[in-house]
């Protein structure tokens, strides 16, 4: 998956060679957006084009130059003047939208539909997300797509930039699109690139990784009140969609038997589950992966008896287990922690807190990192500006024995954060808060 690339609205003496790297680097879809132009400017810059590029071109606008150029497809601002079943258009259709009735109302009418914004502009000020925005309940509506629904590819758009895409991604958008990010960078080649490689999804090196839209990874407890299996069933029922099994006092046959109920429960809500430090338990009972700890079987041993399919993290402690993780180029995600200290692991690692996480979550070059140990629902705003994709937590959710309360308000806290925030880095932000 690459990000979508939107054209600078006027000209750009770049334009044609950006498009040239970024064609052959794999940018499978540009939609041109000049809306000033006239028919035959529009027509003019599709002459000059490569005649290769066109399948992978869609038109905002003069839909009438997109059979006779046999271009990839056509995007509607709004329904003022779509057809009145989209589906029916021949090629590759697609649509804007900007709040969440009208988001919800073209789901399975069309091929993609681009939200935004989704983050504040600083290019043009005071545009950025409605005061009533929620990115807990698009977080929602995005989650409980019906299949049918699920035939529109979900586009995030508004500000995105290398810092935010993959924050974008893990409300369960199913891509991001760029455009002042990339147009407003003095080398936009090398920005689209870098934003490209800032989340890049564990799926392209292991198909298995399902967990990389997943912020919040589950773990369960041992020594309270709730069994394994009743834990996952609550939190499945409020919304978890990554479970991690841990039984580190189980003998084998209640690790068995756990582990195969816990697996049908998250079959039946649609969760991902890993097994946490045993491989042939994961095998045995058609787990989505594993998670090793530095003393448990070798990663690329792990790897070559899990195949590419299922999901594989480890756990990283330091910068020596950051090296190791990249050298072993196998892992899908790292668990990187403590935070701080907790009573819920024995044997704890010296603690990082979070100027060691950011550190170490730096040196990862772009290997996806969940930080774990102690993590509360106030640390997920410094945690996601450290890096960090997303939290492991356990403690945290079974609190006074309140699930459902305190899964929901660890997942409105990663949603809600920094999306009306005014970035005052030096960095250029988008002028992605346009409209489409």
């Known amino acids: 998956m690459t990000p979508v690339l939107i054209s600078p609205e006027g000209e750009d003496p770049r334009e044609f060679a950006v498009l040239q790297a970024l064609f052959a680097a794999g940018l499978d879809r540009y939609h041109l957006r000049k809306p000033g132009w006239s028919v035959a400017q529009v027509e003019n810059w599709l002459r000059q084009a490569p005649a290769e590029w066109r399948a992978r071109i869609v038109l905002h606008q003069h839909h009438e130059l997109v059979e006779s150029f046999a271009l990839g497809g056509r995007h509607w601002k709004d329904d003022a003047n779509a057809p009145a079943s989209p589906s029916a258009v021949a090629g590759f259709t697609s649509r804007s939208c900007h709040d969440l009735p009208t988001l919800r109302a073209a789901l399975g009418h069309y091929d993609a539909v681009f939200f935004s914004p989704l983050f504040p502009s600083l290019s043009k000020p005071g545009h950025g997300p409605k005061p009533d925005f929620s990115p807990a309940e698009l977080a929602t509506l995005l989650r409980q797509r019906s299949p049918l629904q699920r035939r529109a590819e979900i586009i995030a758009l508004g500000g995105i930039d290398a810092r935010n895409a993959a924050h974008a991604l893990s409300l369960g958008f199913d891509r991001i699109a760029l455009l002042g990010a990339v147009w407003q960078s003095p080398d936009p080649v090398s920005a689209y690139q870098k934003i490209s490689s800032s989340f890049r999804p564990p799926a392209e090196r292991t198909p298995g990784f399902r ?107 330091d910068a020596g287990d950051v090296a190791h993780a990249k050298a072993a180029g196998c892992l899908d995600y790292v668990g990187v922690g403590p935070l701080r200290f907790t009573t819920t692991k024995q044997k704890l690692a010296p603690v990082l807190g979070f100027a060691g996480i950011r550190e170490l979550v730096a040196q990862l070059d772009g290997l996806p990192a969940w930080a774990i140990g102690g993590v509360v629902a106030d640390d997920l705003p410094a945690l996601r500006d450290a890096g960090a994709a997303g939290v492991a937590v356990t403690g945290a959710l079974f609190r006074e024995g309140r699930v459902e309360e305190n899964f929901r308000a660890l997942e409105a806290a990663w949603s809600e954060m920094n999306f009306n925030r005014t970035d005052t880095g030096q960095e250029t932000r988008a002028t992605a808060g346009a409209t489409l």
Do not use: F, Y
Not at 295 to 303: C, F, I, N, Q, S
């Open 211 to 317: 967990g990389a839209k997943t912020p919040l990874m589950c773990l369960t407890q041992e020594g309270i009140a709730l069994s394994p299996v009743e834990q996952v069933s609550r939190l499945c029922a409020a919304g978890a969609r990554w479970i991690q099994l841990r039984l580190k006092q189980a003998d084998a046959a209640t690790w068995l038997a756990t582990a195969r109920e816990v697996v049908s429960i998250c079959r039946r809500h649609g969760a991902v589950c890993i097994i946490n430090d045993n491989v042939d338990l994961a095998l045995a009972v058609g787990a989505d992966g594993v998670h090793l700890g530095k003393l448990d079987l070798g990663w690329k041993e792990a790897r070559a008896r899990l195949g590419p399919a299922r999901i594989l993290g480890g756990t990283v402690n």
